[in-house]
């Protein structure tokens, strides 16, 4: 460290040829005259001294009677010397300084961590929108304001620290785990619960509201299956009061879905040949360029992977590089065999099915045929299952019974 | 007689208050880092620099360093490093 500042400041290397050197050195000692690297060689004493420490030598010499060469110029100041004429050699430490110095006023670099759920993509699209993107001047940013706005943006996050370092703007975020979702205030306007669909009631649970139907009973869709409104019946049988409730219940319907598909049994199969072709591509904003000519075969298929070329972790340029490749094929048509055919058909029932019961229905029969003829496998049939019903629809408000006695009495 | 008390007085101050003796009456210090290097504090001035030996004024007395290729890395009115084989530190 200590060379260095000596290097900066510039030093010489002197011999001494003195009959004294001793008092010499312990003169240099006394001036606070910096000396190092001293060294005996035969007659002489060599060594390093600063150029201040020079320039004070001069009294000193005349006391002690020595004779002093300098063996060498080091440093800053004597290259800089030594290079004065080399204009350009200095302009471009100076440009280049400027340069790293220009370039550091802006965001070259904007990482996201802590996001698991919240993609940094999708956390950077919302900074674009916000016009914080890569390349903005540094004194542009608030930290403080975009934390805000990001917190304000993805309620899962509950918790953002933005903070400039160097030239990366680093978004530290925490994101709520316990993946507490906020419950939406219950629906308590009055209503009723409506068959979508028809069937056999095979089961049915009423917590709340009048049931119409029962365990047994057949529905047809448009049915009402719980009633929105309580009867409150008096002593005598008749309605006192009326109230409307939010109907809610559990029924269950068993019901047949009709099931229809039917496909041709010759298909096109694209056969590879093997022969492949490898082009290269760039794209530079919206211009494209390639190597490839004009189609190189009659039937083919192409697969391009494309890289695109980022200056840091997630600053991306406009610069799109990689390859495709054409793959040959000749087309056949071809046809299934029955064996094959079955096995398709059963595949798509199969998976019909399974959507099925994705949504929670419970399959009881499937009567599914599947026949196949000379041009088309056709498979139908009804498949009979257990769903839950019960579809809300508004309550019919009937007037309260008082209101009915009133006008029955001015009737008479 | 007379002034022979407040010396000893300040001799009982410096071991009451633990001041190490190189600050207290400015000993000499010399410590050797393996057999190449050697620092010298508290000196007064050189005596004599060749090669092969190096003869330093103390405050009470002498300090010579013999070795060969002694070359002194730096030094100061107060410390000095020598670099070098060192071979025998002796007082005179």
């Known amino acids: ?412 | 007689m007379k002034h022979k008390k407040p010396k000893k007085l300040a001799g009982d101050i410096v071991n009451t208050l633990q001041i190490p003796r190189d600050l207290a009456y400015r000993d000499v210090v010399v410590t050797i880092v393996g057999s190449s290097e050697l620092y010298i504090e508290n000196y007064k001035s050189i005596l004599e620099y060749e090669d092969w030996g190096i003869l330093v004024q103390t405050k009470k007395g002498k300090i010579r360093v013999e070795g060969r290729n002694l070359k002194i890395e730096y030094y100061t009115s107060e410390e000095m490093k020598i670099q070098g084989c060192i071979l025998h530190v002796y007082h005179e």
């Open chain 1, 1 to 412: 460290m200590k060379k260095w500042k000596y290097y900066g400041k510039g030093y010489l290397h002197i011999r001494l040829m003195s009959k004294e050197p001793e008092r010499f050195l312990n003169l240099c000692a006394n001036h606070n005259i910096p000396i190092w690297d001293l060294t005996h060689v035969e007659n002489y004493y060599e060594m390093n001294i600063t150029i201040q420490g020079f320039y004070q030598l001069k009294p000193l010499c005349k006391k002690t009677k020595t004779r002093i060469m300098i063996k060498g110029k080091y440093g800053l100041p004597f290259f800089f010397y030594k290079n004065k004429k080399r204009k350009a050699f200095f302009i471009g430490i100076a440009l280049c300084l400027f340069l790293l110095y220009g370039m550091s006023l802006y965001i070259w670099n904007i990482h996201v961590e802590g996001n698991l759920s919240n993609s940094t993509q999708s956390i950077l699209l919302y900074l674009d929108e916000l016009d914080v993107h890569h390349g903005i001047a540094k004194r542009k940013l608030d930290c403080a304001w975009i934390s805000a706005q990001i917190r304000k943006e993805f309620p899962d996050i509950i918790w953002v620290s933005t903070k400039i370092q160097g030239t990366r703007l680093i978004l530290h975020v925490q994101e709520n785990t316990d993946r507490y979702v906020e419950e939406e205030a219950a629906d308590t306007s009055p209503c009723d619960l409506v068959a979508e669909k028809g069937g056999t009631i095979v089961s049915m649970v009423t917590r709340q509201g009048t049931p119409q139907m029962a365990k047994g009973d057949v529905c047809k869709e448009g049915d009402i299956l719980v009633l929105g409104r309580l009867d409150i019946k008096d002593d005598s049988g008749e309605t006192a009061q009326r109230e409307y409730v939010h109907s809610d219940a559990d029924i269950y319907v068993r019901t047949q879905y009709q099931y229809y598909q039917e496909f041709p049994l010759s298909y096109d199969k694209r056969v590879y040949t093997g022969k492949t072709k490898k082009h290269y591509i760039l794209q530079i904003m919206d211009t494209y360029f390639s190597t490839r000519g004009r189609a190189p075969f009659t039937d083919y298929h192409s697969v391009s992977s494309t890289n695109r070329v980022k200056l840091t972790e997630n600053f991306y340029l406009p610069i799109t590089y990689g390859t495709i490749t054409d793959y040959e094929y000749t087309p056949e048509t071809l046809t299934y065999t029955k064996a094959e055919a079955v096995k398709k058909a059963q595949r798509k029932l199969t998976s019909f099915l399974d959507k099925l019961s994705e949504k929670g229905v419970e399959i009881c029969d499937n009567r599914v045929k599947i026949e196949i003829n000379s041009t088309s496998c056709i498979s139908k049939g009804s498949i009979e299952v257990i769903e839950k019903i019960g579809k809300e629809a508004p309550t019919e408000v009937v007037a309260p019974p008082e209101a009915e006695e009133r006008t029955a009495e001015t009737d008479e």
